[in-house]
């Protein structure tokens, strides 16, 4: 069996997603335990217990959900159709979030109020790739002193000039979320890994301060050290906080199960009108609070740490060793009830 770096994967002929690979231990691991392992980072400016971001989807990122996360040591992006985001303006009012998204159309006075309170902006679009995007960013880093996160992208060959833009972060990922159509309906978009690892690369070799942010096709704390192993800065999680109470709408009961609504950012119900959709609406199982997730995705996250002789997530990052798996071999490794 070849072990694979992560330059002979980015070489790898096809396109990869997170079933694709795993990660191999090849060394003696010196971590006795996994409550060793750090998983703290510093993400524009913020420091992280864990690099976690929730998605500004308006069925996983509101009010709640985001004071929830800033207190567990993550970061939650407001969803920019979240009615507390008025509360939040308010210049009474003491926010306790770190980031709210805007619009195209987001007017700078409100951008204004949300920089007075010191929070990260995310430009919230699903193809960074575009002309009236940079152009916001552009104007948001001249009017103000702010860090601003963009996306999406699924290919590093544009990451030059959404820098130069002034964006700070950019979340990498088109088509991959689990309630996302766009690859269905465009015919857009290329596997995670792949994806991640092209503009990754791409930074290193133009040598690019853009933190890369892992966004979409994350269903397990192993995909996240799959992804922080390939070079990510942080993940975004959409489907993995869903469900949860802190998310916004209401809990349902059907056929003797909690339940609550999950759906993409492009689906009819947020669009609320007949135009191209790019999302799906679904139920998710309920799942308690949001705080029982974070910890088993720190658990799991510190264990696959431990494996991998990491004791903090920079050493995470320098991993090169890999493979590629069969289906079988996906196949196996799952639990078999």
Known sequence: ????????????????????ISLIPTE????????????????????????????????????????????????????????????????KSKSNIKSASVSLNTTFD?????????????????????????????????????????????????????????????????GSGSVCTTSIQTGIGIGQVSSLLN??????????KIKIIADGGIKSPGDI??????GADAVMLGRMLSGTKETPGEVIKYKGQ?????????SFGVKMKNEFIEGEETMVAYKGTVENVINAISDGLRSSMSYMNCLNINELKKVETFAVLSNSSYLERLPKI
């Open 28 to 91: 003696i691991s010196r971590i006795k335990s996994r409550i060793e392992a750090d998983t703290s980072v510093n993400f524009l400016g913020i420091k992280l217990r864990l690099p976690v971001i929730s998605s500004p989807m308006d069925t996983v990122t509101g009010i709640e959900m985001a004071q929830t996360l800033s207190r567990l040591g993550c970061l939650g992006i407001l969803n920019r159709f979240d009615s507390s985001l008025n509360t939040i303006l308010d210049k």
């Open 1 to 20: 069996m070849k072990v694979y770096s992560k330059s002979e994967l980015n070489e790898y002929p096809q396109s990869l997603t997170y079933d694709d």
């Open 225 to 230: 050290a799959k992804a922080i192993a390939l």
């Open 258 to 266: 909690l339940w609550k609504k999950y759906r993409g950012s492009a």
């Open 110 to 174: 409100i951008i204004e109020k949300l920089v007075e309170k010191k929070l990260i902006i995310c430009i919230d679009t699903a193809n960074a790739n575009n002309k009236e995007v940079l152009k916001k960013c552009e104007l948001i880093k001249k009017k103000f002193d702010t860090k601003i996160i963009i996306g999406n992208i699924a290919h590093g060959d544009t990451l030059q000039d959404l820098e130069n833009a002034g964006a700070d972060a950019v979340r990498v990922g088109i």
């Open 199 to 208: 503009v990754y690369f791409y930074r290193k070799n133009k040598n690019l």
